[in-house]
């Protein structure tokens, strides 16, 4: 869609430069560069070299070779996002984080790890679980997302109803800005007020105010026993009066998933899944604790989900059940990707009490701009992906599903939501920021981002829209 | 201690502008100001003025006004704060936001709250529990302190161990900068990553980055049962493993409350608790959860909690059984008082494992400086309650102290540590920031308080040292 035309070399001089600084650590190659210019949005560019530096100092001379010859310096973990942030989309040098690896320390006794940033997710969950922690966050991408890029975004997952983002289950970072400066926030403690929380500010900045060389990250204790549930509902609004009935309640499911009628009918079609035929919504819902008390929790937790409008309750009991219960949901991606290889994916939020308010809504904008939308999403934070189907067949489609965004957005807003729960702006949603963030949010963002990055080096054109007025 | 002189009165004709704005809601009488120029440490300076607005317009009004002025603006709580923040010893006007009461709208569906920053922590508490919630945050002085203290100094309490601090359990903010723009941060909702995480930034910044004028706070259900234990050890060592295998399980306490040796010294001269003689550190555990599962939790913690070097571990069972173990704990206080009038009252944290050589190391400054030392606080979160217990008859001694305390500090920040766990800097710790927080972080947080405080009129001299070299 935006692909780009490759930008012209750099200069001989600064390749000599950087071909010092990281020897065969910087990929010069058109080819080799190509690997380097994508994400998983439909965007794609040629950056003008590609670094994969393995140490913090080669970072920070990279940031300031940058800065002195206005080099635009893109930070990059695995490319999973889904917004074109680590798109080189006005060239300039991807600095990509994988290689930087040596660090991964478990601390048990203080319930903290310290992390590089190429190290990945499901490196990090492996290594805390011998020692009985793990870390919250858990993007769909987990087996190959890296930390860097986790706290970048502030990815979440499933478990983020119970335990939070990366912003509730970080302490500290350590940083290089856009001066080549290396900054560190935060503590290695629970608690810390000595001066402002930078830690979290750096959190989500979608790699427009610091490159992340180091993390320390606060570590939570392993439940020791786990249960799933299935339940179907015969609306929209009983799933969504047991969505609330089951937050306004002491005992928070470690995931809350949410299918809508469009996503069953979907997977219905894909496969047989045993589902009841008047299904509209679909609940996944998983609580974790201790073996004493679990299967309690579960059957208090089926419960309050059987409220009115509630088909089945399904309980697992075991690993076969479960991997059964989940079949309707893993089912979910593959068969969205076979009816529609083109989609537009949001993950938008809500407050837990508008979901009907808001399905209603798509279903309604769904209907006016003949677009078939599918939703599902982490229902306990209200954040649901929202995915528009197009035909790539019909390219007068575009400038409908544009206008259809627009209105998507318009109603979340009007909700009382947010943009986006975990895929963040990068490239794709700069358009609507305006929408959500007032001129003061906006002007305020803007001069925090020019004292880290006075040079406009790092991911330029990512996150924040241009200012329309710049003084 | 460091009382300052009246300021001159303000200007005639600000006082008019302020009366038209303000009426009654005005304080110029200075019997009436000197009620504002307190906190709760041993600072006292009379305000020029003082404000006591009810609604966010007369905020925005006085913002302007003041920028304009050039007028120093102190927004103030109940002054419970033990750093001096909130005293205007650069003379200006206090704004007191103890009448910003009229919003208290608790939404259990969406587990918030919204909340104007005059309300009480206990206003807040008794209005959520009416719909099974709470809001974790709970200072010693929640009976009194408004929320928007809290936020302002991301105070937190026992609690925080199991459920974070103000930083992990807010949502989003209305705040009035320091140039009198309405900015709101956050969301409604639990995930959001567009743009810039502002609401965090002005959690804990003391009144520097804006006025706080409504906030959307996360709510967690109420758990409906509680177990409370004691413990006692022959040494600290052994209670230090203690909270180590305490925090290295799944189930978290609620509370991990610790005194050190020379704290039970004092309790027992105070009153007779029947602690073991030979108790040399002391632990006071509550956890919390479903009724079903409360008492083989408290089984399995008491377990834990019988590391070696245990003497005792008692569980209560009945209420008054729970008032007589968290006796010695409450005879601390006032044991405090009596003992020593006089005394320096600090709130370091190190990581949880580094307790053992953090009180040992206490206790050779206080042999070194001839100054008792007692400590107590949150140990969950390696959060420490250190007091230096002064001789008011001996004034020679406060030299010693400021050289003990530096040491002090100098021993928490070896150890990994910081500062500051709830307390903030105020004006009380300013000189020791620079031990902790390197130029380059220092320089960043000098530039965000520039943008959002273009005139420097909120709070002046609070929080960040000075810059020695300002450009």
Redesign the interface.
Known sequence: MNTSEPKDALEGSVVRRLRRLLGERLLTDPADRWAYGYDNSRQQALPQAVALPDRHDQIVELVRLCAQQGIPLIPRGRGTGTTGAVVPAQGGIVLSLEHMRERLEI??????AVVAPGITNQELQEAASE??FFWPPDPTSSAVCTIGGNLA??S?GPR??KY??P??NTLGLQVV?GTG?????G???????????????L???EGT?GVITEATLKLT????AKRTLQATYSSIDAAARAV?AL??????PCALEFMDAQAIAMVRDYSDLGLPADAQALLMIEVD??E??ID??AE?IRTVARTRGCLAVELAHTEDEVARLWRARKALSPALRNVAPKKINEDV?????HLPSLIDGLQALSQRYGIPIVNFG?AG???IHVNLLLDPEDPRQSAAAEACLSEVFSLVLGL??????????GRV?QAY?GQ???P???G??R???R??DPHGILNPGV??PEDPSPD
């Open positions: 601390d048990p006794d203080n319930r903290l020692h009985g975004y502030n979440a983020a109803v939070g983002t912003r509730e800005t400066d290396t900054l560190h926030t503590t290695r403690t629970t608690k810390g007020v000595v001066g402002y929380d930078l830690t979290r500010l959190i989500g900045s105010l204790p392993l439940a020791t609330s937050m306004a309640q002491p005992l928070t604790g201790s004493e008390a309690g929790d208090r939020v809500v407050p837990v009490s982490h934070n209200g954040n009382g939501g947010t943009l986006s729960g975990e895929h963040g702006i949603k920021v959500e963030l007032s003061v949010a906006l305020l963002m001069a925090i981002k004292q880290f996150g924040l």
